[in-house]
């Protein structure tokens, strides 16, 4: 390494580059996958969902169950599951003397949601709901139906829909707050009551639709749904975001196989650089190599000290990538990544999902080293040709300077 520095210099710096960019790289798409799955699944869906059969395959307001004492204490007792809570979906029209529109209402436990979604944690006007005021009934919308009625926390709407019994259901409702999530289905159409309003509202008293379900980690949560759903028997269909929303999981798929496509086109750059210098290296050395075959060095371990060499110059390049790449994703992931450099107006959406001007990057332990993994074939390809090279080499032919 240190006859031509230049040269092992160039080498270490190519491989650290390429890591840290693709540490960089792979930190930025996993904190836009991350919130991806966020504001899909913190907001509106919960990680894990459990319905009927039957409202899975047609959603009506009368295919609704009985979440006893038992089935929740054996859900909560599951590894992996954070929190649960239940809901009453139902939609309706609502609206004021001038203006109506269609809304999803949603009846939860408040102290319930909160642990399960971002919600209340999204208010913009008033309050999520508190002490309960008798003879009133509250409701939490989203801000986008808030605007197309034009009006605030504190106003009056009226609320229609079809019951259980074939009724049409009614009540005045107090807006007690309005929520901002990102989501657009949320902010363009929810009405969140407490959950004994809407069952009484839609005669299902005691019954719920859905069971939401927090887990500890999202990416697992196809393995706490099958848990779930071994608990919990046929009677109930049990699903995970990935079931719920097939076009967010086929997206994780293709980015998988886009990084190895990534991987590929970086790393055979790298290898062209790697693999000429290290025959240079081996190539200008050989008087030396000969000398060394002569005082008794076998072609075996002439060829490992030449392959080792190679390793070494790969590890230094690529922890000095890691450290670099980790650091700076790092700082993104703390600070975020300001979009609007890219241009004047960066906010968009993806799949019902409001993303702001600033990306937060996740760097977990997968991001560091799947690089280095990655390299590791690379570094075996460039430093075994040059290894096989010195030890064929002719003793007499190369110490004359002849080969």
Known sequence: MERNKWRSGLSIAGVSVAVALLVWTLAYMEGFVAELIRGATNTELGQVQVHLPEYVERPQIFHA???????????????????IAPRVRAFGIIGHEKRSLVAQVTGVVPEEEKKV?????????????????????DAVIGVGLAKQLGIKAGD??????EAADGSMGNELLHVLGVVETRNQK????????????VQFVAAIDGEIHELAVRVADVLEADLVAQEIQSTLGEELKVRSWRQILPEISQMLDMTEKSDLVMYFMVYLIVAFGLFNSQRMSALERVREF???????????????????ETVWMTAIGAGIGVLVGGAVSYYHMVQGLDLSMFGDNVSFDMMGVSFSNTLKFQVTPRVLLRPVLFLMPVVFICGLYPAWLVSRLDITRSISGRT
């Open 186 to 197: 949320v902010d363009r159409s929810a009405v969140y009551m407490r959950l004994e309003d």
């Open 290 to 308: 000969g000398v060394m075959r002569a005082l008794g060095v076998t072609p075996s371990q002439l060829g490992g000290v030449v392959f080792l």
């Open 65 to 83: 169950w009985a979440l006893d004492d038992e089935k929740r204490a054996q859900v909560e007792e599951l590894e992996g599951v954070v929190a």
């Open 117 to 137: 979604s971002l919600v209340a944690d999204a208010l913009v006007q008033g309050e999520w709901f508190t002490k309960r005021v008798e003879g009133r009934t």
């Open 156 to 161: 009056e709407l009226v609320l229609l829909l």
